[in-house]
């Protein structure tokens, strides 16, 4: 870690600071910071290489990307300059242009995800999908309490909540995918659940009131949040307290096709990764395996996770 005067002399360079800012908010790739700051690709790694050395930014590899956020450090002396720095210039109009570019390419990654699950509304029982697979689905269940209110959070068509619909007393499915939700909402008419409800809405931003569902469920949905760490934070936000959470999803693996074929922002999570989404957000009595190892490459494996509130 570097002493006060070189974090000092990391700070007096403008561009450092806009990376700095933009970091604050959401971890980006070095194409993203590109993008968002309109600079070439070589002149940011540069300026990365110096923040890192200095322990600002921390990277971590997903595959062929690199992506860069700002290091855990918020009590120590070089956080609290980087941070009067960063806020110094909050309201200067380039760091509101940079902002506006940074919305613009959080909105290009939440597209790619919904283009994807609206092309495959209504197939996803039928197609391959990673990680879906009644093995893992049966551990899932086994966790299952009859008779509450539950939130299935990134559901897709719901396959899950309208097995859950025959004994729960209300099932509230959120997904981000128009098409989706039209379909779902079809099915569950079609099936005659009542009890089944389908609304538009985002993982980490769900539409419903704090302290309101007895079990939050995603099911395979962290993997395609922008900030998973949020996600887990807003499943905690509306669940009742004694509240369960429970998750299912890939462990982390380097199938890189995966960000092509079925829009995944994360190459899974490895155990701890998915312990400390928990922690953090509040949660206790946290409980993280491995469930199951499909047979077929890429042998994708699944995790299960839970928590109470």
């Known amino acids: 870690m570097a002493d006060s005067w070189d974090i000092l002399k990391l700070l007096s360079d403008s561009t450092r600071v806009r990376i700095l800012s933009v970091l604050a908010y959401e971890e980006l790739s070095v194409a993203e910071l590109q993008e968002v700051l309109d600079m070439g690709q070589s002149r940011i790694s540069s300026h990365l290489s110096l923040l890192r050395q200095g322990g600002l930014v921390v990277d971590r590899r997903d595959g062929k990307k690199t992506f860069y956020t700002l290091s855990d450090a918020s009590e120590s002396t070089n956080y609290n300059l980087m941070q009067t ?3 110094s210039v909050a309201e200067t109009r380039q760091i509101k242009q ?6 613009r390419i959080l909105e290009k990654r939440k597209r790619k995800a919904e283009e994807y699950f609206n092309s495959v509304a209504g197939r996803l029982g039928k197609n391959y999908c990673p990680g879906r697979n009644w093995e893992a689905i049966g551990h899932f269940l086994l966790l299952l309490a009859p008779k509450i209110k539950i939130a299935d959070l990134g559901a897709g068509e719901g396959l899950i909540s309208q097995l859950l619909a025959r004994r729960a007393d209300q099932v509230i499915c959120i997904d981000n995918a128009p098409k989706m939700v039209d379909f779902g909402s079809q099915l569950a008419k079609k099936n005659g659940f009542t009890n089944l409800i389908y609304k538009l809405g985002d993982i980490e931003s769900v539409p419903l009131k704090d302290k309101s569902v007895d079990l939050a469920l995603l099911s395979q949905a962290l993997h395609h949040a922008s900030r998973p760490q949020k996600a887990v934070e807003e499943a905690y936000r509306i669940l009742k307290p004694g509240g369960q959470v429970i998750i299912l999803d890939l462990l982390e693996h380097q199938f890189n096709k995966a960000r092509e074929l079925y829009a995944d922002e994360w190459l899974g999570f490895s155990e701890n990764n998915l312990y400390q989404f928990f ?17 077929e490459e890429p042998q994708f494996q699944t995790l299960m996770g839970s928590a109470l509130k």
């Open 85 to 87: 720095a960063c806020t």
């Open 98 to 103: 940079d902002f506006t570019n940074l919305k």
């Open 279 to 295: 922690k953090v957000a509040g949660f206790r009595q946290i409980e993280v395996n491995v469930v199951s190892k499909e047979l």
